[in-house]
Each structure stands twice: as structure tokens, then as C-alpha cells.
């Protein structure tokens, strides 16, 4: 069962990440951040290879010294996905991830220093089509701007970034993107709201240091859902204290929520209860774990009793409504066949693949067609 989106998408000015385009006309990228120690070249490209499997469309990766620079530019060499240099103070850094092949840089103007070494890192990114990111954190703030406003605030929040984009708009380049993070949910929906009406650039959003995995996934939810819902943000990065592979997917799930991004299952399931005619928990669990690798946008409903069952298997592409002695399956809205609760799930698995590779064949056909 679907609702037409209502979501009016911001106007902003699309730029390049590597391959992937961000802002304007483009999907809400999905991006990620490695945790692993830059320097160890196999443990940073192991993990980034498993961003990529998730889905991932965008990775950073932090790059404090020179040593982690020269690493980088091996890393880069061994993956696909487009990378971020995540920088701060030293600008030399910037200008040797630069000559390594970086696809955009992460930094602060005000904290890479003079004048001179911004403008330096500035026209490195100009020559060789790089963009870059503005982070602004409400943990960092600049020290004048804590005493102005007293503690971080919104504003304060969009005063740091603006002198940033001035930085910028002074040397005349305009590909960029900006983010005002904050750990707290309504400052930095605020700030993002404030920000969006002064500039025309993307806008990376993110709740930062949001927390573990489920208290930062519902934080995330809760923040960039309030600003997606309205049209702002163009690029998403949900920051968790937990496997940055979980930041893909709970990235993904926002977005389907929203009917913004469509990339593997959404699944419809019942909370269970006691009419349930097999174990709705277990079975999720189970199909979970096993169909993460399908990226074919699908709708599967696991419904445990004949209340809700059959409404909600006729709207997806393959539905399971509990019953008894058997369980009813249907497949684009008709019944299709009965299972018994031997076997359930792998029976299940079976026909939800056989319908995301039937799905793949015909769009792969639509776009031929195209």
C-alpha cells in the first residue's frame, strides 16, 4: 500500500563526487566513514569493500598525517567507490590527497589556516575538478563564536558555515557542499532549515555522534526525516557507534521510508501476537539475514494471521498471510500457493529470489527500451 510522496525537493546546485552526482536533480546519496586505521591499507579497503556490498555510494575516510596520505592514494587505487579525504589543519595534507586522485575533500577553511594555504588547497580542487565539503560541528565551534552566542546554538551553527562558503565565494569556487551537524536533533534540524534558504549548494546531512545502533538510528530517523520530509539534504551520512556497515543500511531505510531511494527489500511485518500462525519474529530474522544481498527494489509482507494478511499481500510482490493448517502465499497480488511451517522460510527465500530476478529481467527491459 503506497501513498504518492509529497516531498518537493530543495533547488541546489549539483556537483560531483567522483562518478556520483550530488544535489540538483540527483538520488539522495547514502555515505559512510571508515573506522579502521587509515595506515593499514588491507583492513581500510576489507571495510570499504563492505560499504560497497551494502550499497554504500560514498566513503570517507580520515586522513590525519602524511603517512595516512600516501595510504590513501594506495587505497584509492584499490576501490571503485568514490572516496572523501576527511582533513583538518594541515593543508599540505589536502594537496597530497589531491595529487593522489581524491574525489573531494572534507576540511575547514578556518582551521587550515592563512589565507594563502586555502587559496593553495582551493586551486588544487579547481584544477583537478574536485569538489569540497564544509563540516561544520557544533562541537567545534570557533572559539569567538562560543563566547558571541554563549553555547552552540543554530545559528551559531550557520554563522561558522557561512563564513566558510565566504571563504569559497572570495576565491570563486562554487563546487561544494555543506554540512551543520549537531548531536542534538532539533539544532541541527534548524540549523539545516536556516542554512537551506542561504545558499544554493548541497546540503550533507547527518546528526552527528548520534549515539549506538538503535539510539542513534532513531535519532537519525527522527532528525533527517523531519528535514527529507520538506525537501532539504541531498547526501546523507548516519553516524553511529556501531559497524559503519549498519550506517548504510539504516542510510537506506530512511530513504525508503520516505520513497526517496528504492534499493533492496522493504519489508511489511507484523509486530506478532498470539493469532499468529508461525513465528513472525523468527521468520523476519531469518529472511533478514539471508536477502541482504538482493538490491532489486521489492515489497515482501510477512504477516502472521488472516486479519491484516491478505490486505497487505495483495499490495506486494511477494506476501506470506498466516493461516491455518497453511500458510497463504501471493505473488503480485493473486495466491499463489500454500506453505506449511516446515521448511517456511527456506521456501519463502526461494520464491522471493525467483521474483527479484523476474523483477530484474523486466526493468532491465523497460530501460532497454528507453
Request: net charge negative.
Amino acid at each position: 500500500m503506497h501513498c504518492e510522496s509529497p516531498i518537493k525537493r530543495r533547488h541546489s546546485r549539483k556537483i560531483w563526487v567522483g562518478s556520483v552526482p550530488v544535489g540538483g536533480d540527483a538520488p539522495i546519496a547514502v555515505q559512510s566513514m571508515t573506522n579502521t586505521d587509515t595506515c593499514d591499507v588491507a583492513a581500510t579497503v576489507g571495510q570499504i569493500q563492505r560499504l560497497v556490498d551494502a550499497g554504500v555510494d560514498i566513503v570517507r575516510v580520515s586522513v590525519p598525517d602524511m603517512d595516512a596520505a600516501e595510504a590513501f592514494g594506495k587505497i584509492k587505487q584499490l576501490v571503485q567507490v568514490p572516496l572523501v579525504a576527511d582533513i583538518h589543519f594541515d593543508y599540505k595534507i589536502a594537496l597530497r590527497v589531491a595529487e593522489l586522485g581524491v574525489d573531494c575533500l572534507r576540511i575547514n577553511p578556518g582551521n587550515i589556516g592563512r589565507e594563502d594555504r586555502v587559496r593553495a588547497v582551493v586551486d588544487a580542487a579547481r584544477d583537478r575538478g574536485i569538489p569540497i565539503r564544509i563540516g561544520v560541528n557544533a562541537g567545534s565551534l570557533e572559539k569567538d563564536l562560543q563566547k558571541k552566542y554563549g553555547e552552540p546554538t543554530p545559528q551559531a551553527l550557520v554563522e561558522s558555515a557561512m563564513r566558510h562558503v565566504e571563504h569559497l565565494d572570495k576565491l570563486d569556487f562554487q563546487d561544494f557542499k555543506v554540512s551543520v551537524k549537531a548531536s542534538d536533533v532539533f539544532m541541527a534540524v534548524e540549523a539545516y532549515r536556516l542554512l537551506a534558504k542561504q545558499i544554493v549548494q548541497p546540503l550533507h546531512l547527518g546528526i552527528t555522534e548520534a549515539g549506538g545502533l538503535r539510539s542513534g538510528t532513531v535519532k537519525s530517523a527522527v532528525g533527517l526525516g523531519m528535514l527529507l520530509a520538506e525537501g532539504i539534504g541531498d547526501t546523507i551520512r548516519i553516524s553511529l557507534a556501531a559497524d559503519p556497515v549498519e550506517e548504510v543500511k539504516v542510510g537506506f531505510d530512511i530513504l525508503k521510508s520516505l520513497h526517496l531511494r528504492s534499493r533492496g527489500i522493504n519489508f511489511i511485518a507484523c509486530p506478532s501476537c498470539s493469532r499468529q500462525n508461525f513465528d513472525v519474529v523468527k521468520t523476519m530474522n531469518e529472511l533478514e539475514g539471508r536477502l541482504e544481498d538482493l538490491l532489486v527494489p521489492l515489497d515482501v509482507a510477512v504477516i502472521g494471521c488472516v486479519v491484516n494478511g491478505p490486505g497487505e499481500a495483495k499490495e506486494a510482490h511477494v506476501g506470506l498471510t498466516g493461516g491455518t493448517p497453511n500458510n497463504l502465499v501471493y505473488i503480485d497480488g493473486k495466491p499463489a500457493q500454500k506453505l506449511t511451517n516446515d521448511n517456511l522460510v527456506d521456501e519463502l527465500e526461494r520464491l522471493i529470489r525467483q521474483k527479484a530476478a523476474e523483477k530484474a529481467e523486466a526493468d532491465a527491459a523497460v530501460i532497454a527500451r528507453s
